[in-house]
């Protein structure tokens, strides 16, 4: 987001504005995700979103772990939510 203010004097003449950017509530990162067991079909694997940081103000509340489905790499509304976690480091159990 910018901002910007301008000081008008009681003649009406304005100042030149001074601008400003600023990024308001930066998203949390999650440094990296590991799998702490081999994943094999059947098998229960463990899920670890570790270094999750919240730079803005304010508190990690969840972190989702996903299933890529169709494996493109990108995040789409048809990959399938494993679960959540709400501490860190967040960590999820999956069978």
Known sequence: MRYYAVAT?????ASVPLMINATVNVPPTIGSLALTNPAYRGATMVLTAQNVLDTAPGTIAKVAFYLDSNGDGLVETTDK???TGVLVPERMTIS
Do not use: E
């Open 9 to 13: 004097d009681n003649n009406g003449v």
């Open 81 to 83: 939510l494993l679960g």
